[in-house]
Structures are given as structure tokens and as C-alpha cells.
């Protein structure tokens, strides 16, 4: 029911719009009547109505000053104007006020219904649209957290080449500047904090620090729970900046975030500090460098804030570290070639180790490509659930190694386990998993349809999805869903009712033009060719 104020100084005309508004409107309901401008102004900001009936000359204050004061109130306020006066300039200033329609006395009953009527219309249109929004921002607050995962997962992979498409989704997340150094940082002894806890009190525990993490680092970073009980903070950099001036900025978040904890939750943390890099493209080494920092406290103790660029074995800067060499032994155990994958983690780790690393920073290496390893097997389609039982054992038996020569051994075994594992598992889901993905494509070809849908649909991931689905359907996904497409517009083409345009937006074609282009590709035909064709077939043959 929509709610409206008649404002008319003639006693007969506020009767007759109220007998106009109850015959033929049934939606809308009066609240009230008045017959000056100044209480009109007063009952409206009072009650807040949708629409409002309005005659410019009244006493006190006229209509359209009134509507100006109005308007200020409840800008969204219907006010349809109407008035003996037919004076262009009056009409003009109604329209710029913001009236939603200008009528002359006398009018028709069945006019004026019209127009509330249409005006009732224009709100429910509006309403709509504000419920679809208001749904809108429920649903992106809701999902807000997994897109800020998402934008961390693809920040921290190194997955952008694009600058300017990084800083389009970092500036959807509020993260004004381009983002520079990361932060690692885990509450100490969580696990065993919350070890006697049910998950929902774990939940809630882990959902304080986050917000106490976020409060002390404010907008100028952009925060994420990370894997194992890890946050995960991404802080963003003006540029011109220095190093040391964006160090000195890290160690007062990080300084901020640990203060806070103790003084909120009564919880030390310990944190993990990467190097500032200029190229918002390369935030990745930052990550792999603060993980490094952090896991340093796996063997001297927690409670502490560890810059990379100050650990002892990183005397020889913070690009020391063979990022490029370890991509190659993670793209080989992703495609499953296994004599390949170690001898490039042999190489891999002759380098890390030739400069006289201590066993600490040994292990502490160690850990972090245990951790890369098992990631990359589950890319190439290993099985989660014995990655992470395999990963526990490893980690139990690195900290018992002694020497280098044993910790080089222990992660040549590692890549044995999870070749393993990725196999077995390849054997017993890919052929199963493929044709659940070709239904999905059918089922979804008419619509914009991407790899990583498909992949996430079946639970694999993007490149191992990639790779089985060419070896097990002998193309690639592209050609694919081009073929599955034009197998849709062909059985489409058999209606001569349906037009080319519609069956290229039921095909997954916005653009008409494009269709008939990849039709005849595949066809060798126009899409029009084909559907004559066919009807010439289907036709009986003539009598003679």
C-alpha cells in the first residue's frame, strides 16, 4: 500500500481527490489532508509519503517552495503538481524540482487515476530495483571473503601478468594502492587452544582475530585467512615510496596487529615479513619470502616479528632464493613426469644449499617446498585427503633430520609419495570425471561458460582439467564447446519459427555475426545454408 498527502486549500477539490483515489485506487492509501504549504511540509517530513497531491497556490509557503523543502526530506517522494495555473514557467520549475507530473484543473477522474495509477507503477519499479540491489550487496557481503581468497590465491600464485586488470580487482576491494609486501602471521599454539573446543567456538575465535587484525591494519591493506590457521595480510604501497620507508610501515602494522592481539584476545603471535617489491606482479616472492620468515619460528621458538631480509642466512639479499627454478619442478609434477620433476628438484636443491645454509634455514626451506610440492600434486589430480597424511608423517620425520644430506633425501622421497598418489588417483576418476564435465558443457553450453567453471564443477583444477580432458576427448576445451555449440544451433536451426539471432543467444553467441562465422567454420556452411538444406530434406517429394 502506497501512502499519499493531499495538499489543497479547497475544502471540495481535497474531497473529490480523495473520492478519485479510493474508487479507482486501490493500492494507495491517504494519510492525510492539508490545505498550506508550511504543514505540508511538516506532515511530510513527519509521515513520509510515497506519493503526494499537490496545488501550487496555497496559503503560507507556495507549492513549489514546498516541494523544494520536501524533497530535502524524502527525496524519492512522488509529487504530481496540480493547478488551475497554465503558465509554462510553472510547469518548467515543477519538472526541475523534481515533480513527477503537471496536471490543470479541472481534470478528468479518470485522468487523475491514470496518473496515480502510472505513478504507482514508477515506485513498484523502483521498489524492485532496490530490492534487487539491496540483495545484490547482501550476496557480494556474503561472498565478499571468498573473493578476497580468490584475489589473494591468484596475487600470491603469481597468476597475473595483466597490471592493469590486478589493480581493476584490488581496487574493487578497496585497496586504493598497488599492493607491495606481504605479511604471514598465525596466533601461537592455536591448535592447541582450540583443541578441546567444538568447531563453532573455533570458528568464532578465528573470526575475533581477523577482525582484530583488520581493525589494527585498517584499509590500507587488504587482510585473508589463509591455509592452516595462517593470515594473511597484503599491504598496499604508494608509489615513489622507499624501501626502508615501506619496511618501516610493515614492522608498524605488524607491531599494531600484535599489540592488539595481546591487549583483545591475550594471544602473542608470531610474524612473518617479505621483502617490498616494486612490480605489484611479483607480490608473489613477498609471500614465498614471509612464509620463510615465519616458518623460521618452527625452530627458534614463537612470539617474534622475522623480517626476511634480517634472518642470518639472508645476508645475500632477498632474491636469493631460486623462484623460477621451483615453478619448473611444480609445472613437471603438475603434468605427472616424475624423472624429470627430480632432476629439477635436485638442481633445485643444489642451489638452495650451496651457500652454506645452516640446517635451521635447511629445514626451514624444506618445509616450505613439502608444503608447494603437495599443493602441486593436488593440481595435477592427487588425492587432499592422503596429501595431508603423507604431509604430517614428512614434517615429523624433517625434524629429525640432522644434516642436509638428510633433508635433501627426505624431499626426494616427499616427490616419490606424491607422484604416487597422483597417479593411483588419475587411474580411478579421470574417464568418470571427463564425461560428468562434457554433460555439464551440454547443459550449460548457452550461456558464457569458462574452463575453470567446468574444472570446478568436476573438483579439479584448472590445469589438471585441462590436460586429462585433451588426453581422455583428444581436443581441447575450446574446441570443445565450439563443437558442442554448433551441434546446439544445428538441432536449434530445425525450427524455421526461431531466428538466427535467437539461436546464436541460445547457442552461448551474443554476437550474431560471430556465429554465423564459427557455424561455417565447423560446417562449411552459413547457418541459414543449413537450415534450407534440412528443410528441403524433411520436405516430401512432389507429385506428379
Known amino acids: 500500500m502506497y501512502r499519499l498527502l493531499i495538499v489543497e486549500d479547497e475544502q471540495l477539490e481535497r474531497q473529490a481527490i480523495r473520492y478519485i483515489v479510493e474508487k479507482y485506487c486501490t493500492d494507495i492509501g491517504i494519510i492525510g489532508e492539508t490545505g498550506d504549504g508550511d504543514s505540508a511540509v511538516e506532515i511530510a517530513v513527519r509521515e513520509q509519503p510515497d506519493i503526494i497531491v499537490m496545488d501550487i497556490r496555497i496559503p503560507g509557503i507556495n507549492g513549489l517552495e514546498a516541494i523544494k523543502r520536501i524533497k530535502r526530506f524524502t527525496p524519492e517522494c512522488a509529487i504530481i503538481i496540480l493547478t488551475a495555473f497554465d503558465e509554462f514557467n510553472y510547469a518548467r520549475e515543477a519538472v526541475t524540482l523534481g515533480a513527477a507530473e503537471y496536471l490543470l484543473k479541472p481534470v478528468r477522474p479518470e485522468e487523475l487515476a491514470r496518473v496515480l495509477q502510472q505513478v504507482v507503477g514508477q515506485?513498484?519499479?523502483?521498489?524492485?530495483?532496490?530490492?534487487?540491489?539491496?540483495?545484490?550487496?547482501?550476496?557480494?557481503?556474503?561472498?565478499?571473503?571468498?573473493?578476497?581468497?580468490?584475489?589473494?590465491?591468484?596475487?600470491?600464485?603469481?597468476?597475473?601478468?595483466?597490471?592493469?586488470?590486478?589493480?581493476?580487482?584490488?581496487?574493487?576491494?578497496?585497496?586504493?594502492?598497488?599492493?607491495?609486501?606481504?605479511?604471514?602471521?598465525?596466533?601461537?599454539?592455536?591448535?592447541?587452544?582450540?583443541?578441546?573446543?567444538?568447531?563453532?567456538?573455533?570458528?568464532?575465535?578465528?573470526?575475533?582475530?581477523?577482525?582484530?587484525?583488520c581493525e589494527a591494519v585498517g584499509a590500507e591493506a587488504l587482510v585473508t585467512p589463509f591455509a592452516n590457521d595462517k593470515i594473511i595480510v597484503i599491504l598496499g604501497v604508494e608509489r615513489g615510496k622507499s624501501r626502508q620507508e615501506v619496511k618501516d610501515k610493515a614492522r608498524g602494522a605488524a607491531e599494531k596487529i600484535r599489540e592488539r592481539l595481546m591487549a583483545e584476545l591475550h594471544q602473542t603471535a608470531t610474524v612473518g615479513v617479505g621483502c617490498y617489491h616494486e612490480d605489484a606482479r611479483d607480490i608473489y616472492k613477498s609471500y614465498s619470502e614471509?612464509?620463510?620468515?615465519?616458518?623460521?619460528?618452527?625452530?627458534?621458538?614463537?612470539?617474534?616479528?622475522?623480517?626476511?631480509?634480517?634472518?642470518p642466512a639472508s645476508n645475500f639479499g632477498p632474491f636469493a632464493y631460486p623462484f623460477q627454478n621451483e615453478r619448473a619442478v611444480l609445472e613437471q609434477v603438475r603434468c605427472g613426469y616424475r624423472e624429470t620433476a627430480k632432476e629439477k628438484l635436485s638442481s633445485l636443491?643444489?642451489?638452495?644449499?650451496?651457500?652454506?645454509?645452516?640446517?635451521?634455514?635447511?629445514?626451514?626451506?624444506?618445509?616450505?617446498?613439502?608444503?608447494?610440492?603437495?599443493?602441486?600434486?593436488?593440481?595435477?589430480?592427487?588425492?587432499i585427503e592422503k596429501m595431508t597424511l603423507q604431509n604430517f608423517a614428512l614434517i615429523n620425520r624433517l625434524a629429525e633430520c640432522q644434516n642436509h644430506g638428510q633433508v635433501c633425501g627426505l624431499l626426494m622421497s616427499s616427490l616419490d609419495e606424491h607422484m604416487n598418489n597422483m597417479i593411483e588417483t588419475r587411474n580411478t576418476v579421470n574417464g568418470r570425471v571427463i564425461n560428468r564435465a562434457c554433460n555439464f558443457i551440454a547443459d550449460n553450453c548457452n550461456r558464457n561458460l569458462t574452463l575453470e567453471e567446468v574444472a570446478h564443477n568436476v573438483h579439479l583444477s584448472p590445469f589438471y582439467f585441462s590436460k586429462v580432458f585433451k588426453k581422455e576427448k583428444g581436443c581441447n576445451f575450446v574446441d570443445f564447446l565450439t563443437r558442442t555449440r554448433v551441434e546446439r544451433s544445428k538441432k536449434l536451426l530445425r525450427d524455421p519459427d526461431l531466428s538466427v539471432v535467437r539461436i546464436a543467444q541460445e547457442s552461448g553467441y551474443q554476437d550474431a555475426s560471430y556465429f554465423c562465422k564459427v557455424f561455417r567454420h565447423e560446417e562449411g556452411m552459413t547457418p541459414n545454408e543449413y537450415r534450407k538444406k534440412y528443410l528441403r530434406q524433411k520436405a516430401p517429394p512432389a507429385t506428379k
Do not use: W
Open 349 to 383: 636443491l643444489e642451489q638452495i644449499f650451496r651457500d652454506n645454509t645452516t640446517i635451521e634455514t635447511a629445514k626451514a626451506c624444506a618445509l616450505e617446498l613439502l608444503i608447494v610440492l603437495s599443493r602441486a600434486a593436488v593440481e595435477g589430480g592427487g588425492s
Open 123 to 213: 515506485l513498484k519499479i523502483s521498489d524492485e530495483k532496490k530490492t534487487e540491489e539491496a540483495q545484490l550487496r547482501q550476496y557480494l557481503n556474503g561472498a565478499m571473503p571468498f573473493i578476497q581468497m580468490s584475489f589473494a590465491h591468484d596475487l600470491l600464485s603469481g597468476y597475473f601478468d595483466d597490471l592493469a586488470l590486478l589493480r581493476q580487482r584490488a581496487a574493487f576491494l578497496g585497496l586504493r594502492t598497488d599492493p607491495g609486501l606481504v605479511i604471514v602471521l598465525g596466533v601461537d599454539q592455536f591448535n592447541l587452544l582450540a583443541l578441546d573446543e567444538d568447531e563453532l567456538k573455533k570458528q568464532v575465535m578465528k573470526q575475533k582475530i581477523y577482525r582484530s587484525v
Open 290 to 311: 614471509a612464509m620463510r620468515a615465519y616458518q623460521q619460528s618452527f625452530f627458534f621458538g614463537t612470539d617474534q616479528l622475522l623480517f626476511f631480509d634480517e634472518l
